[in-house]
């Protein structure tokens, strides 16, 4: 407020943001969004390097997105974005609001729609407590960036909302997701290409899409990922579950990949491994080396388990299931191209 922000949700407070941010890159310490207020952020990034050694933003009060067009003509990939900033610390209690009804309906439209909250090129970076509604695309983007732990968030946005995952991961390695509450109208989670290193625990899903290793390979791109852990985690409702999913003419691999200690509660594709996503080209993403461990629950589809993999290549190669009861309404198991290593597992899975 001292660098001249009004908090009063019609002003738009970006360029006091930014002079505090300068002081604050520049200085260290914090800040502060105080608490009972609410600013009026039109798109803006918080950019490093920094000269101080951590920076840290405590978000307490309320901050919401611009719905007029002229504040999106500059950019709108973004909305907020951090980018290229070591040790940076965002955490509190307070609420980033996108005001994504007006993208969803197109009654505002720039070309693509902006993430909430992206952090870019971020080394150590640590994120909690905070809030993010109502995105007009996904919730929170973590790019290119090395080493994260993310906790304690929520994510909210209505299950018919287009393309609102709640975290994308790409580019990352030492990432870690944990104790969250995601619901929204895509991916709970989307582990994206060349991640490494990803532990997912303690999340709360649904409604959404599930938490999802993919897509990768569209477009023929070679996809890296591997060393993927995902645990104690409950999907509500949901149209899948833990599910890994890559375009038919893609190259490359995803291995090293475990879905473990699961709960599912009418959950449509409660288990999924999709390798003919889209395109028709004759050639696959490698995936190999994936375990279904210790996964109950309830299914409100037709298949439990899918694995549908391609008949390019060697389809899918090395995969566990064990321990793992879903029940449903005749809910059987399909599996195409797979070589799979079972125990304790119902619905039975034979491949053909």
């Given at each position: 407020?001292?660098?001249?922000a009004?908090?009063?949700?019609?002003?738009?407070?970006?360029?006091?943001?930014?002079?505090?941010?300068?002081?604050?890159?520049?200085?260290?310490?914090?800040?502060?969004?105080?608490?009972?207020?609410?600013?009026?952020?039109?798109?803006?990034?918080?950019?490093?390097?920094?000269?101080?050694?951590?920076?840290?933003?405590?978000?307490?009060?309320k901050?919401?997105?611009?719905?007029q067009?002229?504040?999106?003509e500059?950019?709108?990939?973004?909305?907020?974005?951090?980018?290229?900033?070591?040790?940076?610390?965002?955490?509190?209690?307070?609420?980033?609001?996108?005001?994504?009804?007006?993208?969803?309906?197109?009654?505002?439209?720039?070309?693509?729609?902006?993430?909430?909250?992206?952090?870019?090129?971020?080394?150590?970076?640590?994120?909690?407590?905070?809030?993010s509604?109502?995105?007009?695309?996904?919730?929170?983007?973590?790019?290119?960036?090395?080493?994260?732990?993310?906790?304690?968030?929520?994510?909210?946005?209505?299950?018919?909302?287009?393309?609102?995952?709640?975290?994308?991961?790409?580019?990352?390695?030492?990432?870690?997701?944990?104790?969250?509450?995601?619901?929204?109208?895509?991916?709970?989670?989307?582990?994206?290409?060349?991640?490494?290193?990803?532990?997912?625990?303690?999340?709360?899903?649904?409604?959404?899409?599930?938490?999802?290793?993919?897509?990768?390979?569209k477009?023929?791109e070679?996809?890296?990922?591997?060393?993927?852990?995902?645990?104690?985690?409950?999907?509500t409702?949901?149209?899948?579950?833990?599910?890994?999913?890559?375009?038919?003419?893609?190259?490359?691999?995803?291995?090293?990949?475990?879905?473990?200690?699961?709960?599912?509660?009418?959950?449509?594709?409660?288990?999924?491994?999709?390798?003919?996503?889209?395109?028709?080209?004759?050639?696959?993403v490698?995936?190999?080396?994936?375990?279904?461990?210790?996964?109950?629950?309830?299914?409100?589809?037709?298949?439990?388990?899918?694995?549908?993999?391609?008949?390019?290549?060697s389809?899918?190669?090395?995969?566990?299931?064990?321990?793992?009861k879903?029940?449903?309404?005749?809910?059987?198991?399909?599996?195409?191209?797979?070589?799979?290593?079972?125990?304790?597992?119902?619905?039975?899975?034979?491949?053909?």
């Amino acid at each position: 407020m001292k660098y001249g922000a009004k908090g009063d949700g019609r002003t738009n407070d970006a360029p006091a943001f930014q002079k505090a941010w300068k002081d604050v890159c520049s200085r260290g310490g914090t800040l502060l969004i105080p608490k009972g207020n609410t600013f009026l952020l039109y798109p803006t990034e918080f950019e490093g390097p920094c000269k101080s050694s951590g920076v840290h933003v405590q978000v307490l009060g309320k901050i919401v997105s611009p719905t007029q067009k002229q504040a999106w003509e500059k950019q709108c990939n973004d909305w907020i974005s951090f980018l290229q900033i070591n040790n940076l610390v965002v955490d509190g209690s307070g609420e980033f609001n996108g005001n994504g009804e007006v993208w969803w309906s197109k009654r505002l439209n720039c070309g693509d729609r902006p993430t909430n909250i992206a952090f870019n090129r971020c080394t150590n970076l640590k994120v909690s407590g905070i809030n993010s509604r109502n995105s007009a695309r996904n919730h929170f983007s973590i790019s290119h960036c090395d080493g994260a732990v993310i906790s304690d968030i929520t994510a909210i946005a209505p299950e018919d909302s287009p393309n609102t995952d709640g975290i994308d991961i790409s580019h990352s390695t030492d990432i870690i997701v944990k104790d969250s509450r995601i619901g929204s109208g895509d991916d709970c989670i989307a582990i994206n290409n060349l991640c490494q290193s990803i532990n997912i625990s303690n999340i709360d899903c649904g409604p959404g899409h599930g938490i999802s290793v993919g897509s990768l390979g569209k477009g023929g791109e070679e996809a890296q990922v591997e060393d993927i852990h995902v645990h104690d985690c409950k999907f509500t409702g949901t149209s899948n579950g833990a599910r890994i999913k890559t375009w038919v003419g893609g190259e490359g691999y995803a291995r090293s990949i475990t879905f473990d200690q699961l709960v599912m509660s009418n959950v449509e594709n409660p288990i999924i491994i999709n390798q003919n996503y889209f395109d028709h080209k004759e050639s696959t993403v490698a995936i190999s080396d994936v375990k279904f461990l210790n996964i109950q629950g309830t299914c409100q589809g037709k298949h439990a388990i899918i694995f549908d993999c391609s008949s390019y290549g060697s389809g899918c190669t090395d995969i566990e299931i064990k321990n793992v009861k879903i029940t449903g309404d005749d809910a059987d198991a399909l599996c195409k191209n797979a070589q799979v290593e079972q125990s304790l597992t119902s619905p039975e899975v034979i491949c053909s």
